[in-house]
């Protein structure tokens, strides 16, 4: 018979007997050393070991795999939104892909080396007839959100008098015992999210678990000793505030590994691109652009270095993948509103996805004065401030060059006369297309300098322009209740408030001006 860690899955699930498991081979390991020894595999072969983990290759996951090799529990600490309860999720991966148990055992017994006074009795009474059960790895997963309403109870267990009376047993029976998270989790991982959540009476419960492997419960002596691999996550404590873990209990925990956000914009782009939940309806209907992706990617790094919000808090990079479902679903409504079966997107799309930055940021007192939605165009603003040089020539530079005009210059003088241009969210594309054509000089930059680009993307190119000319105050650009206006700038400062300002419709404009603010 060949050795048992050469058995295919369905060849180890045939093995139904003690006797049969004992014949293969099968030697105990500890959980540990289970993580530790397909670690080793996985690296020798060159595996990814956490695949879809992205920006942490020279960072957290040598920390994870050295912690892993090493035998040690681990916490996770970082802000929101830094794949932290993702990465304890993938940890599975590392374990075997089944293990048998005694069958009908809680605590998933090994047959070799049960813990609990059921499997003890069973293979006391049947021998190497013992029925074997196998668990996948999926299924040695267990994962607890720290809740202030935790008790120890639900995490390492209690006398349970119901068990008690159908048993017909006393409490002094262990067999009276409901087994509470934890004892279940054996032979497994166990994973806590949000440790500092849980109150600190509860957290001094985890102290035996961690340094001594075992676990006792009120009114017993009995000492289960317990084979778990064990992962917290946790914000750091001065975010929180809510509570922090305890420092015996910090001190039990052998690795503390601290995660980061994307260190590049195509690090966070390859994390948007996976994980945003885009239809295969809307992938055939809105085609997207690069510009896009590393607008939507500006506004997190704009956001995490604003003075308006909280750097201790962070900013999730959920916010960059809701941000994009709502550019592409802005997209995809445009196209059935108009009855258009294809479009492109715009950066009136970009714009109109503020709800997906307002909820994902926290403000300091500052950014509250300010409003949510306010923050939120601001710092869409700067990121098209911020991108818009790598495509055209900085229009601050633009104006100190002596003997040679600016090449905006036309543009400029045409707003300057008094025109105004009017770009609608739900304009169909004939009519964003015959907006935009109307500005004469506009399309000539873009096409100078992007020769080679496709019509559709020509179209946007020029609406960014816009955009980026009225960030740097060539020309200005006001709310609109369904879309952006663009006009001179000096006008502008005595008719309608600019982008990102609340509109103040209750303002008498026979005695006062509206306000307005120069970007």
Known sequence: MPSYSSLSADQLQQLTTLGALKKSGYQPRSVKTELRDNLIKKLQSKDDVFPGIFGYEETVIPELQRAILAGHHINLL???????TRIARLLVGLLDEYMPVVAGSELND???QPLSVFAKNLIAEHGDNTPVAWVHRNERYTEKLATPDVSVADLIGDADPIKAATLKLPYSDERVIHFGLIPRAHRGIFVINELPDLQARIQVSLFNILQEGDIQ?????VRLPLDIQFVFTANPE????????VTPLKDRIDAQIITHYPKSIEIGKRITKQEARIKDVQKGMVTSNEVIHDLVEQVA????ASEFVDAKSGVSARLTISAYEQVVAGAERRALINGEKTTYVRVGDFISAVPAVTGKVELVYEGEQEGAGIVAEKLMGKAIRTLFLQYFPDPDKAKKLKGRPSPYKTVQEWFGTGHTVDLLHDASTQDYRAVLDQV???RDIVTELHPTETP???YFLMEFLLHGLAEYSLISRNRLTAGAQFKDLLSSMFTMPSFGEDDDEDDDEDEKPQRGRRR
């Open 440 to 442: 004469p000089g506009l």
């Open 217 to 221: 419960i009120r009114g017993f002596k």
């Open 301 to 304: 790094v704009e956001a995490r």
């Open 456 to 458: 559709e993307h020509t």
């Open 238 to 245: 001065d975010y929180t505030n809510r509570g922090s873990i």
């Open 78 to 84: 970082g802000l929101r939104g830094q794949a932290k």
């Open 110 to 112: 090994d047959p070799l």
